[in-house]
């Protein structure tokens, strides 16, 4: 006989590191050698969606990606985040009329299946998987029955699965605090402000075009540890008071001195990468020549309209202020034209109306005299600072009743 499957759909942000994480003191449960923070985008714009199905009748766990089905016991990180939510499942009860639907006691007759969809291109290197893991802990933990009491608990499962998934779990601007411990329990991820501390704050993010497959985090920073004695000299020294001073900066929201440190910071990663042996290079000619502008753009402006950060690969994270926000475009889609206009990527009309009648600073094309690179960025998004992860209606859900993919 069929048996009933139980099935929630939750969504998850990515979120971009103002001060980075880079470097294991345990790779195994990814304990970091330095704490980080960053801000989640807004999941309006990016996001993943995931839905769990648990039922008596399916006979092993299973996962889609993105329409492909992935070997669930292929991933040592994924079959972390099984097990560590297990071990703490308690009863599945309906969301609705409370009733216990799975009691404690008989998950172990239960297999689960996963559909997960990015709603941006995996392909362009945007924290996939901070968005995915942190997508995978929640949905799971909501499936079965973990309390909010265990948000702390969470956010080390989310942190198994991928360091940077702990901070995507909370909005806003969300510090992960390194630990001490071996055991990494209290490595975790803290919220500073949530999403409505800052609403001025507007983030652009510039999809530079890049065929070529980058160094993943995980294997770039390993070599990094093994082998740049500037890594270790950031963690140690430049690190803990740059964090001290980027949270009082976010808390008072003091732009000008919130993009210096994330532009310092995002530098600085990159210089321990240029000194990993052999060197990784993650930012390319458009990511430099991007660098190049922002500074130009600031000093044409007489102050700081915008910062900019460099994950792991060659993309760029600008983050303006409301009201800076027509200037920057103007001065990412001119000098940077994108492969697929600013038309077909930016939702708002009014944007889109100011972009057109705003004038770049008179000083800004003898600051940077450069050509334009014309396709060097693919497409330009515009989002601004969101929430955390979140339960979705079932009307959202990417399985069908039996459990499989509706897309694939
Ligand atoms: C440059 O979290 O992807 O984005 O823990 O091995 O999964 P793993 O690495 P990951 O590394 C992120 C590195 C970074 C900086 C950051 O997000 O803090």
Same mark, same amino acid.
């Given at each position: 006989?069929?048996?009933?499957?139980?099935?929630?759909?939750?969504?998850?942000?990515?979120?971009?590191?103002?001060?980075?994480?880079?470097?294991?003191?345990?790779?195994?449960?990814?304990?970091?050698?330095?704490?980080?923070?960053?801000?989640?985008?807004?999941?309006?714009?990016?996001?993943t969606?995931?839905?769990?199905?648990?039922?008596?009748s399916?006979?092993?766990?299973?996962?889609?990606?993105?329409?492909?089905?992935?070997?669930?016991?292929?991933?040592?990180?994924?079959?972390?985040?099984?097990?560590?939510?297990?071990?703490?499942?308690?009863?599945?009860?309906?969301?609705?009329?409370?009733?216990?639907l799975?009691?404690?006691?008989e998950?172990?007759?239960?297999?689960?299946?996963v559909?997960?969809?990015?709603?941006?291109?995996?392909?362009?290197?945007?924290?996939?998987?901070?968005?995915?893991?942190?997508?995978?802990?929640?949905?799971?933990?909501?499936?079965?029955?973990?309390p909010?009491?265990?948000?702390?608990?969470?956010?080390?499962?989310?942190?198994?699965?991928?360091?940077?998934?702990?901070?995507?779990?909370?909005?806003?601007?969300?510090?992960?605090?390194?630990?001490?411990r071996?055991?990494?329990?209290?490595?975790?991820?803290?919220?500073v402000?949530?999403?409505?501390h800052?609403?001025?704050l507007?983030?652009?993010?510039?999809?530079?075009?890049?065929?070529?497959?980058?160094?993943?985090?995980?294997?770039?920073?390993?070599?990094?540890?093994?082998?740049?004695?500037?890594?270790?000299h950031?963690?140690?020294?430049?690190?803990?008071?740059?964090?001290?001073?980027?949270?009082?900066?976010?808390?008072?929201?003091?732009?000008?001195?919130?993009a210096?440190?994330?532009?310092?910071?995002?530098?600085?990663?990159?210089?321990?990468?240029?000194?990993?042996?052999p060197?990784?290079?993650y930012?390319n000619?458009?990511?430099?020549?991007?660098?190049?502008?922002?500074?130009? $753009?600031?000093?044409?402006? @007489?102050?700081?309209?915008?910062? &900019?950060?460099? /994950?792991? #690969? %060659?993309n !760029?994270?600008l +983050?303006?202020?409301?009201?800076?926000?027509?200037?920057?475009?103007?001065?990412?889609?001119?000098?940077?034209?994108?492969?697929?206009?600013?038309?077909?990527?930016?939702?708002?009309?009014?944007?889109?109306?100011?972009?057109?009648?705003?004038?770049?600073?008179?000083?800004?094309?003898?600051?940077?005299? $450069?050509?334009?690179?014309? @396709?060097?960025?693919?497409?330009? &998004?515009?989002? /601004?600072? #969101? %929430?955390? !992860?979140?339960? +979705?209606?079932?009307?959202?859900?990417?399985?069908?009743?039996?459990?499989?993919?509706?897309?694939?």
């Amino acid at each position: 006989m069929q048996q009933p499957v139980f099935s929630l759909t939750i969504s998850s942000p990515t979120n971009i590191a103002l001060i980075k994480y880079w470097g294991k003191r345990d790779a195994k449960i990814n304990l970091p050698i330095n704490s980080s923070v960053s801000v989640t985008l807004n999941q309006r714009d990016l996001r993943t969606v995931t839905t769990v199905s648990a039922s008596r009748s399916f006979s092993r766990d299973r996962l889609w990606l993105n329409g492909e089905e992935e070997d669930v016991n292929a991933s040592r990180r994924v079959l972390a985040v099984f097990r560590e939510v297990r071990a703490r499942a308690g009863d599945l009860r309906d969301p609705k009329t409370g009733q216990v639907l799975v009691r404690k006691d008989e998950w172990d007759g239960l297999r689960v299946w996963v559909v997960s969809e990015n709603n941006f291109p995996t392909a362009a290197g945007l924290a996939s998987s901070a968005a995915g893991y942190a997508a995978l802990t929640f949905a799971l933990s909501k499936l079965y029955g973990l309390p909010d009491s265990l948000a702390d608990e969470l956010s080390c499962i989310a942190r198994m699965g991928s360091g940077s998934a702990c901070r995507s779990l909370a909005g806003g601007f969300v510090a992960w605090d390194m630990g001490q411990r071996a055991d990494g329990v209290d490595s975790r991820a803290r919220q500073v402000a949530d999403e409505a501390h800052w609403p001025e704050l507007q983030v652009l993010v510039l999809v530079v075009s890049d065929t070529k497959k980058t160094v993943s985090s995980t294997a770039g920073m390993q070599t990094s540890v093994d082998t740049s004695p500037l890594l270790a000299h950031r963690a140690a020294a430049v690190v803990p008071g740059r964090l001290a001073e980027m949270e009082a900066a976010y808390q008072s929201r003091d732009f000008g001195k919130v993009a210096e440190l994330m532009m310092r910071d995002s530098n600085q990663f990159h210089a321990t990468c240029l000194d990993t042996y052999p060197p990784v290079f993650y930012m390319n000619d458009a990511s430099r020549a991007i660098v190049r502008m922002v500074h130009a $753009l600031n000093e044409a402006a @007489g102050e700081t309209v915008c910062g &900019y950060t460099f /994950d792991a #690969g %060659p993309n !760029a994270v600008l +983050l303006t202020l409301k009201r800076h926000l027509p200037t920057v475009l103007a001065a990412a889609n001119t000098h940077f034209p994108p492969k697929r206009p600013v038309e077909a990527t930016l939702a708002s009309e009014s944007l889109l109306a100011a972009l057109k009648s705003t004038p770049l600073p008179p000083k800004l094309s003898s600051l940077y005299p $450069l050509a334009p690179m014309r @396709g060097a960025v693919s497409y330009i &998004y515009h989002t /601004d600072v #969101g %929430p955390g !992860a979140m339960l +979705l209606p079932d009307s959202e859900s990417l399985a069908g009743e039996d459990g499989t993919p509706l897309r694939l």
